[in-house]
């Protein structure tokens, strides 16, 4: 099956390729639940499409749903990047109620929560697999990025040998620490930004020109 | 009459083979060490406790005396020293007992020189007869301490590795399939609480579109092309 799989994704990926000039590349934000994956994703479709793609929160696993913006153009340095941005539910290997209730949420919606939230990141792995060109991995700078979940997918992403963007994002924040993050994925090159306050966003909006084009 | 049978009361000389098959009257294997030198009224508050143990001790006795049982084979000596070593660390529960005999052993015998110094570690200060090994002076001598009995239990493994080191590994591979086969790609702890298996739930082709309350969940199955594949 591993075989075969793989030689699916293969022409997958060839196809891809050959329509690469037609086809937007399909670019999966992927990270921690949160880091600023929506709020990033806000800010790139707000600022080349004028429209949002979801509801952005202070409260864990509000993205439990991948959601799509299509075809957003990205101009830099006269030259047109089009892409779909999967903004993608934040990736976990526990995920617990009790985490909610601290958010005055009550029991059931929590539970329930908590529910959606698992899926999402079942969905998340799926979509990574299947389905993404390209990885925006979102770091809040402000957390230690030495996690088990960030080493197995920046590990999934190689191996797939994806183009991967590494974000520390929330700049903006005390405590923040860029050169952690760095640290910790010595191989990629790691972009500083506040997705919040739109700090750093053109060197962003550069690289992923560069990465994604 | 430094050994005495815990269950009838027979005493034996030190170093005395007889007592190695188990007591010879009564078949008990539970014997109580008394250097010369010690009062004879140590034994009389120990007699309860120790008769205690000789129900079950003796049940035992078989196959160390059958180990043992050549007492007559003066080459034989080091097979009985497990076994002799094994009746005085059952003595050891005389804790209150023990810590003097050592004092009191060592100036019993003129002998004991010339075995104690043969041995390297210097610990057998003690009464030793020719017809008596050094372990077996040693098992008598003195209270064993819980640290050794650690590191000896710790020293005895390795020794014993070859037929241990032959099942572990049987052992850890069906430990491994069987926690493979337990950590799934999402575990419900409890109804709200999840762990998921990150590389399980990447690897596998379907995936999970909705959990239920019950337990059981949704998968959005692959499409034909990827059934003709399996």
Redesign the interface.
Known sequence: ?GL??NL?DSISRVTDGLFAADEPKRIGIYGPPNAGKTTLANRIARDWTGDAVGPESHIPHETRRARRKEDVEIERNGRKVTIDIVDTPG????????EFLDHDME?DD??RR??EA??G???A??W??EDVDGVIYVLDSTTDPFTQ?NT??IG?IESQDLPALILANKTDLEGSDVQQIANAFPQHETIPLSALEGDNMDEVYTKIAEYFG | MPHQCTSCGRTFPDGSKEMLSGCPDCGGNKFQFKPAGATDDAPAGQTGPAADQTGPAADSSGSPGGASGSPADPADQSRPTPDEGSAPTADDGDAERRPSEPADATPTDPEANADAAAEPDGTEQIADRSDEDTAQASARSEVVSPDELDRASQDVEPSETPPAEAEPQPGIDALRDELNDQFESIRIVSPGQYELNLMELYDRQEYIISLQEDGRYVIEMPDAWGIQDE
């Open positions: 099956m075969l799989t699916r990736v976990t290997t526990k995920v617990d109620y009790k029991k929590a539970v908590s529910r698992t899926e990141v079942a969905e792995m799926h990574l697999r979940v197995m997918l999934i």
